[in-house]
């Protein structure tokens, strides 16, 4: 899974209907995680600009959402309080 | 999911008979995506030369289509009218 | 999807049963899919070499083939005709 | 699959429910996975830090958990005892 | 599908159950798969140091296994006779 950092949204009118009433955020990645820099994913935690969100991808991510059977393959499952890290 | 810029379409007759019918287009993915610039996506919303679009990839792609049985791994979902950004 | 180029085929005797009758094919990718320059895609369309295919990878390959149930991650759908392209 | 470094763990309070109970942690990936230096996966196995740890990724990762419809995409399967190496 | 040479193997003791009595083995990856040089794929084949395999990833890769419900994300499909290259 990824940590990201929340830093836009999206609009798309012309879509496939089963994406109506679904909110899209882009979402910066953490460097770590390699030259993918962002990318847009479903929101189901009501997270906002700023936040630091943990995104599941892939079939993985549309059982977050309360159908599966919708085409999306990132879907942001919670945001972050703290991460503790040893280097 | 990756926003990108439609750039091309491409053309074959010899193909797998599940994928008669569909429009395979090319698609320029944003830079912020890592060093992948482009792939091919098959067309569910009308979008055209030079439309910034939604895209989902994996087997996710394919529940965008009436029958999600057809072996594509990316589907345009949305054709983006705006990306709100805040960096 | 991908676009990519049939560059060579490979042989292997000591493999799973289920891939009995498939031929492999070595494929070069389009500089545009990144870092990655090649990979290998079973073939479904009598792809030969020099011929420009349209790969399919990840679960949705295998439904290309007559029985989805092989382990296999990429196939080759599509022989290109022609890619229009408008820069 | 993946093999890395545990280096620490997250918090999420607003999470997706399905998700409670679970431990997440963060992994240092080896050098040799390519440009992806982390990720987040769930534990499994009572990793800790600095263990070296066996990540399987993708719809597989699932299957090691008890209940396999739960969003994630990244699991610990297993705890390294040693690596033997023949360059 | 990938190309690699067996490079090493691992142990983990304290693992997934599901995993008990699968070999797992170090492969490095051919250059041309892009900046992943390794992966750690269960064998399926009987592959020993220095054979060059055929990987199978994701979902797929574990169709190749009696029991398709243990949770890997590569295995070892097949041992390489010969690959025939025509740059």
Redo the contacts between chains.
């Keep these: 899974?990824?940590?990201g950092r929340v830093?836009?949204?999206?609009?798309?009118?012309?879509?496939?209907e089963?994406?109506n009433g679904l909110k899209?955020l882009?979402v910066?990645l953490?460097?770590?995680?390699?030259?993918?820099?962002?990318?847009?994913?479903?929101d189901?935690?009501?997270a906002g600009?700023?936040d630091v969100v943990?995104i599941?991808?892939?079939?993985?991510?549309?059982?977050?959402l309360d159908n599966p059977?919708?085409?999306?393959?990132?879907?942001i499952?919670?945001?972050?309080?703290?991460?503790?890290?040893?280097?």
Tied chains: 1, 2, 3, 4, 5.
């Design positions: 899974m990824f940590i830093k836009g949204s999206l609009w798309a009118t012309r879509k496939d089963k994406l899209f882009v910066a953490d460097e770590s995680n390699g030259p993918q820099n962002s990318l847009v994913a479903a189901n935690t009501g600009l700023g943990l599941t991808t892939g079939s993985s991510a549309r059982l977050s059977e919708i085409p999306v393959d990132a879907v499952v919670g945001i972050i309080d703290s991460v503790e890290m040893n280097e």
